[in-house]
């Protein structure tokens, strides 16, 4: 059974849509008076003051799997060839600008990077679906972005673990291990890493390099690159795995040119920082989403930024449109994003006529029956059949 609830614009109420058949006996009467066991597909309406969704759990691959928060929503018309990119020298030089005349210090940055992170994270992946994260840190900024996220993932819900086989000794990363330790939130060395990732991970976090790092991977980062890129042949099997986030720059990629040899990782998502580099232009996963809300205008005008404005009070916005859902796939895997008002027809019989015209295009078999119940703001029932 799925559920949608939202609230109408016209009639301030919340429909909850309930089904597990489009099939409905034909038997049945319009009567007002119609038993709720009835009706196997109803439009239930109830008055309510707020909207909420109802996420429902995946049981397919995790790239078809799409949520649309309001964050979504504002963002979703916003085409990622229309966003600025950096290249690698402006990128560096809009950091230094940053923590130089504008006064940033990198602990600032991090901590606000690696929270846009781990807020992309939570706007995708609910930690009651993928719960067990793997931080997979390198050496530099981009290995420091993934251990404030691990720690912010941990304050949502999720429950993190950290591989960061390369550490410094600089005070800053001490400092972000031991907020971590102080979490009981558990290192593995490299070595005690599971040969399968998707027995013991939902997430995995790619916060090796970022868009400083020039040459070819070393160990052991080389061969971890190697295991996340071997994740994707589970996708042939239809197996599960774990989802891949890339911070900033997916391991592996060339900062501008992207995933030359085809040998980078493939990410189910890319969070970009400050602006999307070069290389996001490649991306073709799911989800690509922005951090990293600190650029001043001097910035955004000495760069002729274009960036999509960030909704409320969120840490992230996501970049291009949230992937579509197989709606010929719902009777069988249960499988919605969240509902939106603004995707909403404001009369549900018309909404209800875009759901059975929608569902004939995706070739559903026999959609032919629903029932519609309303509750108005006195309480009374009111029935449709079709």
Known sequence: M???????????MTCSLLAQSLTLAYHYNSSPAIKSTCNPFSLLVSNQSSSSSVFLRPVSAPAIRAFCSKSDAMSSAQNSD?????TQREAAEIDETLMGPLGFSVDQLMELAGLSVATSIAEVYKPSEYDRVLAICGPGNNGGDGLVAARHLYHFGYKPFVCYPKRTQKPLYTGLVTQLESLSIPFLSVEDLPLDFSKDFDIIVDAMFGFS???TPRPPFDDLIK???CLHGYDQTHQKRPVIVSVDIPSGWHVEEGDIGDEGIKPDMLVSLTAPKLCAKKFSGPHHFLGGRFVPPVIADKYKLRLPPYPGTSMCVRIGKAPSV?????RENYISPEFLEEQVESDPINQFRKWFDDAIAAGLREPNAMALSTVGKDGKPYFLFF
């Open 227 to 229: 295991r996340l890129l």
């Open 82 to 86: 229309s966003v600025s990119h950096l």
């Open 213 to 215: 790092f020039h040459g």
């Open 326 to 330: 197989d709606i010929s796939a719902l």
């Open 2 to 12: 799925w559920s949608v609830i939202r609230k109408s614009r016209r009639m301030s």
